[in-house]
């Protein structure tokens, strides 16, 4: 008698087959799920192969859709990026497929959800706080935190034994020296040969973007059109004919083509896993990098000084990191995405740019609506609606504070200095 | 009768040499001062022109070395930005320039120091706020907010009829349609046609940095080594040999040139002026982009999470802020100040680079010293020192309050989503 | 011919009625406007007198349940308070008299205003930017800070004289050494023999909070409900028999009632005034003392912790600066102000207080409806769902940091101490 | 043979008691240690006992005077509160102790520490994380979280069996039904009846501050001098002497016993712990309950406006959520506390206080040093030094983002609100 149902993500590769097998082993009874994020994947062979392994069901959830609107345009909106860099392309699609998945679960009555991730990684946390809260009563099952799983399967020769006396088939392509996780945002590349981090990452590892070395000789412009902060509108030249998409897919998947074959997005860093170890990773990060620039750019134009500044300051750092460390369905979270609306009501406006061998460069922004820019105001030519007289009251108050330092200073016989 | 000691700012230009005059006109006596910060400028025929017009004497002071020491590198170590993407070439040149200014005010016996900024940019600020604090009793005389001075010079044609009359000689070389400001940190492009900004800039306008697709087609490499996070050796190839240069200056001049030829640094914004006005300002920044960009690589690799994650919400921002703001001499910064050195004392070791078109590209990085990486630890295949039981544990923990909130959100009959 | 309209605030005193007659004398027409925010006043005879002087009209508007309801209960939501003490009565009142005198100005065709602050204060810049938000035409006259005007009244003697020519009553009540402010949030008491800080206030000083010495030896118990962190119902006792009242004006004066009598609220502060003067100040802030009190209580049961972090960090005190500083209607109070509701949807339940001389004493607190405090669960007796192990893997991974940086200092052969 | 020595934190009450001579039946050898940190303790019993059982050696350390110099001035200076309200006198003992166990530990050869917290409390993450810090390579024993030793004893009548049979004394005294921990700082009431937050704690539980209703009818006065933030003058009167205090740990001592005679210090509250739970909790903090209100007024009058606010934003949160979550020996925690010197340079003056019934009354305050104060400057009376006019044209800047605002919303058919 099964020990009942557990939805495990099946990623169709090695480890999670061999999950699949153990649990069934275990007694329990398997439904294989698989989220659709945009990676490149052969959906129909992970079906067939988890189910001649003996799933009794396997479900494949497209998310795309979802990903781009309720996920990567906020973090657009956000600005979000963890240790100044790292647009999160891995992070940002755990709470989708989180959710896909404890939605699988209840769907098909499963107690509890199994999941490959190892457990020094972010992942694993990222999907068990989601699914912890998604669904509280659930049975979490991490094999590989388990120490009758990893102690069995210590290394990769006892999950090929493993595998082939349970008459799994076993992928021939030479296995990469590094993983890779991919996603319609990004791909990333760790592990393996990675590890050493003054080791520059091989020409060939790179898989979505083309290098900036061979990336065309001619510049390629286009023009993105955001409203409160989300991209709506992309413009673009291809083969002479101007083209523009507005659908928010579509959009993101403009960005996406255009970026990658003009060589923009490629990371390579040392960053912080939640868990306190700092670990080695490159990605290629096109789409966020091409929008995120954009909106910046906008930003400049249409959005408040001193509320960009208490934006920057505390929403986008805080964002990103509850984002980083899987805080997604958090009351904490919830509390900071409740902010990017009121942030992004003035973020309406069009930005030119210009892509060239890696390089996003401005052209230039616009907006019909918003008022914050004035050119007659700022220019020094002019005296329009402001008397330079008033600058000399406003240094006066700021002078203050400015002169008593600089007396309190002479008073204890101290100087400034630079 | 003179009514005493004015030290003038005087960059040469039309605008100061009336200012000059005007002054002389006015009654008082002027020593001429002009702070070398690494621009482009014919001092000598500076110095000829000023004394023609009738100054007591011509300062020049040398600050090129105090800058890169006591400003710029400081700047790298906090990896100062405003508004994302600006570097600030300006403002950190400012009180550099304001104290060499009140130095010599003092060493001459001047009662006021006077400058010709307009009264709608953020330099009068800079400036002034650095004139208090260093001495608070400095009289200050600020033509361009002065009515009888602005009044009387409404326009172009007011300044060349004055200086026909007091025999001033104006260069005849064609002026730009925008104004710059240069040091070896950067130069400004700004107002004119760039007051547009959607108007993409001329070709012909950027001076210091090839343009990206000018840029060598054979990509440049170089090493950085940082201590305390200051850069302290630089190494690349030069004609097939092999160069370092280790002092300050060297070492700062070196990284600008390797970026400047390979297109790295030029950016195009709208900013935020102190002065609540947005305005539209291009800049080259090449080597602040270039070492700023290592400086925050080797962080990844050698600098505590937590330390970086405070000193990247409170410490950059507020830093940048008030650096912009022309805050430099204030009780304020030298708090900010007072916390880039604890946070860098581990930040050593090298990174590898590699420039080409406009990229800067991550080879590698490596640290002698520290020990914050380790490969082993962070490697999945490796669990040594670490106990993935641990983390389930950690994950449990987390898991108190994702748990929570779950089943408040249920008892509400509310349903969490993306 | 009249100059036109203008809506001068007018508090009845010697300095309003002053300006009243010299904006007559100057050629406007003048409507006096009084804002009813729950101060001690003599309305009628304020009417009498702006009428005989000259206005045109005069208008009191009744602020007292706005003020309650949209600003001085989102500041007990935000637990608002400004360099740790002063809970900010008067910045609370400035924007609620500001909207009223702008709409009066509307309606009566004003195209100015006018008010009777000194051109040192926090009111000043607290009402005008508030006028200029809210009618960005409009003109303001600050006979303060009008050169013709404050020299012309130099002392007091010259406001005496032109009253006596202009036949302007003035009331023969020996005036206080120190100048107030109230409002049904608070009074304050600021200038005069308090302008030194080390000059202990004499007790007669105080107006509204019964000294602690005298307050009555019994201490006066209650209880407050919130919801969504507004105080919703406050019960208490009084001659015996039980009370209880809801509409939030009797909620606020119930609050303020009890406080006064049992001496809770009084404060002396130097503060920072925006204007970077330092300024001493002396407050009686009875309902928001005990209201504010009650409401962090609260939320330490029914507030999630990591929320309430950031939302302590990061919204209370910028919304207290920003509310100190006068920038209500602008975009980042806008911006922060939208954070509040989202902090509060928990902040649901009673807590029960006791007030004793000067002490407010939290007796306990409950909640109904929240989850978040679970005593079997905090219990150090019970091991209910909660593994001590789980703990074990917590501290595991914190650890990882802390002995890499035990090891890193040992390395270095420095020494950890406290 | 002896599996080695371990050092065990003895507070010589039954559960350490125990699980010393649990250690020893587990093969161990005991180093019994204690810090005295100021609580009530009878060391001598204490040690007896512990050799008594058979512990090798019993180590006392007096930390009475580090504590006060080395953490708690720290903290007065930081002004260090715990959501709103807890002084964290528990937290602040916590790195003392760690400290002198782990000096005890190598001074004595013990390869392994242990101690009796429980396994859902801070403490024991202070005490773990400290002891990882200090000794990278210690082991910790901590048995409470140790299955074979807490399902061995799972409840009270299994340690007293376990007692009786090892010839444990075990004290007669009825066990109240709270628990406490008692250092000079405070004294701390938890679990038991206290675990339901609405339970009024009874009255003879509050053991170290009078009740202030018992307390004196005549107020009494005192003065603190502070010099760079620490206090290092207690002036007060005593039976009509005036006395004053100047050493470290008599000027804490003596505001200790003027604080706890006159009702200062007592809190109750719901707090969160580090380990994601609320739990509910009794505090007398006398000493720091004056120290601390003191130093916030006197910075009041000698702190710069600017570095207040970055302080208060930023060092002192961030300084007290590490102390609270036993973050004393980290990089983090180093890089904050390096920011507190540099905050108090100018905090030197006199503060004047009144002690009445629980209330800690401002009599005033002074500094013969710090010049930011300047009745003449703040007076509204006294245009010294100062234009109003400059006031005018503060304003007009401030006024653009306001009058763009206005009229942004204007534009879009919005309108301004309360």
Same sequence: chains 1, 2, 3, 4.
Avoid at 214 to 232: C, N, Q, R
Avoid at 266 to 280: A, C, G, M, T
Avoid at 320 to 341: C, H, Q, T, V, W
Wanted: glycine share 8%; hydrophobic share 40%; aromatic share 10%.
């Amino acid at each position: 008698m099964s020990k009942g149902k557990v939805c495990l993500a099946d990623s169709g590769g090695l480890d999670t087959s061999i999950i699949l097998a153990w649990l069934l082993e275990e007694g329990y009874e398997v439904v294989a799920f698989m989220a659709d994020v945009g990676q490149e994947e052969d959906f129909e062979a992970a079906e067939k192969k988890a189910i001649a392994i003996g799933a009794t069901k396997y479900v494949c959830v497209d998310c795309r859709e979802d990903f781009v609107k309720d996920v990567l345009y906020p973090a657009v909106q956000v600005n979000a990026v963890y240790e100044d860099i790292y647009l999160m392309g891995t992070a940002l699609a755990r709470p989708v497929i989180a959710k896909a998945q404890i939605d699988v679960a209840e769907k098909e009555g499963c107690f509890a959800v199994s999941h490959g991730c190892t457990g020094k990684g972010n992942d694993q946390i990222r999907f068990e706080l989601g699914f912890y809260a998604l669904k509280p009563d659930v049975k979490v099952i991490a094999p590989w935190r388990d120490p009758v799983f990893f102690e069995r399967f210590a290394g990769r020769k006892d999950l090929l034994d493993y595998a082939a006396a349970k008459g799994i088939p076993v992928t021939q392509t030479k296995s990469k020296p590094w993983s890779t996780d991919e996603n319609q945002a990004h791909i990333s590349y760790e592990a393996g040969i990675l590890e050493d981090p003054d080791t520059t990452p091989p020409k060939d590892m790179w898989k979505l973007i083309t290098d900036p070395e061979d990336a065309p000789d001619t510049p390629e412009d286009l023009a993105i059109v955001f409203e409160k902060g989300v991209p709506v509108k992309l413009t673009y030249t291809e083969a002479g004919a101007p083209k523009e998409v507005t659908k928010p897919l579509d959009v993101f998947m403009a960005a996406s083509n255009l970026a990658r074959r003009n060589g923009v997005g490629r990371i390579d860093i040392v960053e912080d896993r939640y868990i306190n170890l700092k670990s080695r990773g490159c990605y290629e990060q096109a789409p966020l990098t091409l929008l995120r620039r954009a909106h910046v750019d906008l930003e400049g134009l249409v959005l408040d000084k001193e509320v960009r500044y208490l934006r920057d300051q505390f929403v986008t750092p805080t964002y990103s990191r509850l984002m980083y460390n899987g805080a997604y369905f958090s009351p904490e979270f919830d509390f900071i995405k409740s902010m990017i609306g009121p942030s992004q009501t003035s973020v309406n406006g069009q930005v030119r740019l210009r892509l060239y061998k890696g390089n996003v460069i401005i052209l230039g922004r616009s907006s019909e609506t918003e008022n914050l820019y004035d050119p007659t105001e700022s220019s020094m030519d002019e005296l329009t609606g402001f008397s330079p007289v008033d600058t000399s009251g406003f240094i006066a108050i700021q002078a203050i504070r400015a002169k008593k330092y600089g007396e309190a200073k002479k008073a204890k016989g101290e100087k400034l200095t630079l």
